[in-house]
């Protein structure tokens, strides 16, 4: 067991809270084009808990799924509370990772269109050549090897060793996996690395060659990134979150529901 995972009392509160910012989080991914259908799966371990996570039960579209949706999933599957399908490849990629990754207290899966595109080349590298991706400098991880379907928790012990203390796993063949200690940093992350290889996607689909930024202005620019990840005292990933809930507040409060 991860010494971070360590169980605490947890409080009904957050626990409530955590409901809500998955929800959103479900939301936000289906607005952003980054689901696949019903499939791919965004989990968080219950606050206060060391070996159980919140997950839609399969088969919800991520449009409509809503706090009170979420069952409570054991590391061995069983439901805890809550009803609905557990898909096994959920339990399978989630389950490890959150075991195992001490970062992993959110995972998100997708198998969102342009990071997804990028691992199907044989060199799937997010190119340090547009300030989005600067974000991403040493913290991405490539897993090289595609094995199908991830039906036993070994596949994803391995993809959290091919993942690492990195908060972004590249899967061949496949899509992504995004990891945070929060689903604010969680969803930053999924969000902005989707619109880095988006935009190099685009460039390369000019045919012409990418500009890379020099190691000198990367590492400046990564300072700058690190000075400024407060705003009036609060973390850039939350006020990003907080922002895009209010635009679901306006149109689709339901998921709060
Ligand atoms: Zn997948």
């Known amino acids: 067991m991860n010494a971070n995972l360590k169980s605490v009392q947890p409080s009904a509160d957050a626990v409530a809270r955590a409901r809500i910012d998955l929800a959103a989080c479900y939301r936000l991914a289906d607005r952003f084009g980054l689901n696949e259908g019903i499939d791919n799966h965004l989990t968080l371990m219950v606050p206060g808990f060391a070996d159980r996570f919140l997950l839609a039960p399969f088969g919800m579209h991520w449009s409509e799924v809503k706090a009170s949706d979420f069952m409570v999933v054991n590391f061995n599957g069983e439901v805890l509370s809550g009803q609905g399908a557990v898909e ?24 969102m269109p342009y990071a997804t595109a990028l691992c199907m080349l044989e060199n799937p590298r997010l190119e340090m050549a547009v ?24 596949e994803g012990e391995r993809l959290a060793r091919a993942l690492g203390d990195k908060s972004v796993l590249m899967m061949a063949n ?84």
């Open 174 to 257: 496949h899509g992504v996996l995004v990891v945070g200690t929060t689903i604010p940093r969680a969803f930053e992350r999924l969000y902005f690395l989707e619109r880095a290889a988006q935009a190099q996607v685009l460039a390369l689909s000019t045919g012409r060659p990418l500009q890379l930024i020099p190691e000198a202005t990367i590492q400046k620019t990564i300072a700058q990134f690190a000075a400024g990840g407060e705003v009036g005292g609060r973390d850039r990933s939350e006020l990003h979150f907080d922002a895009l809930k209010r635009v679901l507040d306006r149109s689709h409060s339901d998921y709060a529901s």
């Open 88 to 111: 096994p490849t959920a339990l399978y990629i989630h389950q490890p990772v959150h075991r195992l990754s001490p970062q992993g207290r959110c995972v998100l899966h997708t198998h």
């Open 131 to 154: 300030q989005s991706a600067l974000g991403f400098y040493d913290d991405v991880a490539y897993d090289a090897t595609y094995n199908g379907l991830a039906y036993d928790v070994s």
